[in-house]
T-cell receptor
Framework: GDSVTQMEGPVTLSEEAFLTINCTYTATGYPSLFWYVQYPGEGLQLLLKATKADDKGSNKGFEATYRKETTSFHLEKGSVQVSDSAVYFCALRKGSSNTGKLIFGQGTTLQVKP | KAGVTQTPRYLIKTRGQQVTLSCSPISGHRSVSWYQQTPGQGLQFLFEYFSETQRNKGNFPGRFSGRQFSNSRSEMNVSTLELGDSALYLC???????????FGSGTRLTVV
């Protein structure tokens, strides 16, 4: 079945360090890919998305490129801040219409230290 | 504009009881999905409603049910609660499933 695999956490970085959180997926067809972020005690916020191969999603300094050849959607940020500390979820939605079902990875906790 | 509103935020129930959770989507959004989040299983899809019809359903027992009203507000019900139902239940809405989903802050259900 369809699935999403994220790198194990927690990821601990110093402020201004470079961030990469790996995400790979298994799915038939052409899924849409998403990154969501969850801050403590809150729901999920959409961080960025890409709907077709080679698309690059970007928001708030975060970027991810849809790589169909490696079935990956790695999240990157050039310089993290303490306020980026949160849990990050990679997710896919099947490419066919009429489904809002998102399949999530297990989440990666990011801790940024000053 | 107002976001997705879930009520209540916290709930404590006794094993065997039933519970109803409510979700008010963003105005104009027709699709509402529900997810269960637990430390062990992560985020799991429960079901999706679109224009009052259940369009997709996850792999949960029949104790979990939902509905959507004509104003797009949605409720989910869990009957005969079990300890394992303790979780954060998240609702998400979208104008259409081809667009991104906006999540609410969730309802934290604790079954004792």
């Amino acid at each position: 079945g369809d699935s999403v695999t994220q790198m194990e956490g927690p990821v601990t970085l110093s402020e201004e360090a470079f961030l990469t959180i790996n995400c790979t997926y298994t799915a038939t067809g052409y899924p849409s890919l998403f990154w969501y972020v969850q801050y403590p005690g809150e729901g999920l916020q959409l961080l960025l998305k890409a709907t077709k191969a080679d698309d690059k999603g970007s928001n708030k300094g975060f970027e991810a490129t849809y790589r169909k050849e490696t079935t990956s959607f790695h999240l990157e940020k050039g310089s993290v801040q303490v306020s980026d500390s949160a849990v990050y979820f990679c997710a896919l939605r099947k490419g066919s219409s009429n489904t809002g079902k998102l399949i999530f990875g297990q989440g990666t906790t990011l801790q940024v230290k000053p | 504009k107002a976001g997705v509103t879930q009520t209540p935020r916290y709930l404590i129930k006794t094993r065997g009881q039933q519970v109803t959770l409510s979700c008010s989507p963003i105005s104009g959004h027709r699709s509402v999905s529900w997810y269960q989040q637990t430390p062990g299983q992560g985020l799991q899809f429960l079901f999706e409603y679109f224009s009052e019809t259940q369009r997709n359903k996850g792999n949960f027992p029949g104790r979990f049910s939902g509905r959507q009203f004509s104003n797009s507000r949605s409720e989910m019900n869990v009957s005969t609660l079990e300890l394992g139902d303790s979780a954060l239940y998240l609702c998400a809405s979208s104008w259409d499933s081809n667009y991104g989903y906006t999540f609410g802050s969730g309802t934290r259900l604790t079954v004792v």
